[in-house]
């Protein structure tokens, strides 16, 4: 059966997709900006491959003390089929490949979940997401994620929200409009336009539905309303395949509301661990190192650490887990530094753009160039991490 879906990546322009059975699945998501069917594009100016473009060039390859370029990752949308949010890794199937990969967040990756910052852990296995990756060190394998979006986040951050148009059972269809206006001048509410087919969905038993401040009946869903959705994919009894949804928001108030609690969390996930960096230089004779601070997505905090005068690091690896301190009292382990300065530098992707040297009493093996640390500013509590999330301390001998 010929199935018309499409394929939105922005504001400005279109791309219709025909496609037959189950690739039609895959154009029924948003994707961060609209562009017209073209040509494949060739820029000398860029010396690396990047979606729709340079295709006889090689993927960009992040090196250990960098931040990408911007335009250098791969976007596709998969289903985040195992998640392990301590070690920050799981594996995912390509909706692009059609297969299993196992991937690892890099150490400066973004998760947003419910239009919000997130932990990885925040994010429900099975999920389908627009993910953003790297090339691994053999150039093959898309593997590395640097950031994961869920599907809400995607339409929210696109201005894009769902009109529910029909209703049948457990069957509706939605047709995507703009929640504000456009630079083109469309106004809120207009639909994108005549040519769109309708996006077929379904939901199930286990379907959370939420209005307002309080969780939503299926009942509750009425023919008018502007929702949006997080989905998993699954195989409705006999064709065709439908998206099947795994929650719904019925109006802006329980969208915001969604927003809202998934900020407070993240924030207090966050400060419990504090903010990550990484050391790009160290300096043994001063005792000194200087660290790139993460793009936490907080700016009060980056504010907060930029004018602090004393700071606490952790050592941290890649996965950014922490040291259980020598004595087992439950980590993590810090070291008292001075902020020697601070400074803004360019920030690539992933970075926030602050530099801060710090000093210490000591230069500890695992303060160098490469490294990677966690700093709560002078204020900040450090407390007691669970048990799964320290590093074991017959480990913390080697980094000292």
Known sequence: MMIQAVWLKGRNNVAIIRCVGLLAICNLLITPAIVRAQDPIIDDNIPFRFDGGNASKRWYQVGPLEFPPPKSEHREWACLSRIDAIDRCGEYRSEERDRMLDFTLLPYASVFYRGAPAALGDIPAGTFAEIQTYVDNDGRLHNRIFKIRDSFTVS???????????????????????????????????????????????????????????????????????????????????????????????????????????????REYLKHRGLPARIDAANDQENTFTVSVIDSHAPDFLEELANAKMVRTAIAEENLRTYEPAGGQGGPDVVDCTVVGTRQIPMGQGGSGLEVTLKTRFLLDGLRGGRYVRLFPEHWHVGLLPIEERLPKEFHSKLR
């Open 156 to 266: 929210q951050q696109a201005g894009i929200v769902y009109r529910v148009d029909s209703i049948k059972g457990k069957l509706f269809t939605v047709s995507p409009q703009w929640s504000t206006p456009t630079a083109d001048g469309q106004a809120p509410g207009k639909v994108l336009g005549e040519e769109f087919d309708k996006i077929e969905l379904a939901y199930g038993d286990g379907t959370q539905f939420y209005q307002g401040r309080s969780l939503a009946m299926p009942s509750d869903m009425q023919v008018g309303q502007l929702i949006r959705y997080n989905f998993i994919r699954r195989f409705w009894p006999g064709p065709p395949v439908w998206t099947h949804c795994r929650e719904i928001w019925l109006d802006q108030e329980s969208q915001e509301l969604a927003t809202t609690l998934q900020v407070k969390k993240y």
